[in-house]
Structures are given as C-alpha cells and as structure tokens.
C-alpha cells in the first residue's frame, strides 16, 4: 500500500485516512483550526472561542469571563460552542436592541 496522506493531498480543515489502496479526507474538529487526526486533541492550533487544555481544544465559557460579554440591562449570557449569545431575561423581550419587560 502506497501512503498517498504523505503527500498532504487534503485541505487545511481536514486530516488524511490512508485506507488500502486509497485514502479519504474527513474533516477537522469545529474546534480546531486545521489537524492531524480526529477529535479535539488533534488540532495544529484551537479555534477561535477555543483554548488548549489538557491537550485538548476546549470550549470557552465567554459567560464566565471577569468581564461581562452581555453589558445591557436586563440581558442574560448563554454560551455556545466556540462562542455566546446574549438574550434578554426570563419576562424581557428584545425590542429594537433594547430589552424590555412583557
């Protein structure tokens, strides 16, 4: 068997399976920014929302940051992977950006 994934034939956001005969290309973890294998602990560098913990590409929790990411009145942190979203309060509703009692 020829190893054709030493040729780097693959993208940047994929990693190389060299199969009998062949090879396929699959894509990298949503946490990695390009990789060299499957999972998160494979990843060349993290992602952005992303840090390297216990050699792994983990997901950061903007919510719990020192710094307040959700700076409006009346608006809650929910975090997502590799980023967060800021909604309005249980009983406030978004109104043009402004988040304002039901």
Known sequence: DLDECAASPCKDHQYCLNTDGSFSCKACDASCVGCTGD????????????????????????????????????????????????????GFEDKDGTCVQT
């Open 39 to 90: 999972g998160s602990e494979k990843c060349k560098t993290c992602a952005s929302g992303y840090v390297k913990e216990d050699e792994k590409c983990t997901d950061v929790d903007e919510c719990n940051l020192p710094e307040k990411v959700c700076t409006k009145e009346n608006q809650d942190c929910v975090n997502t992977s590799g980023s967060y979203k800021c909604v309005c309060s249980e």
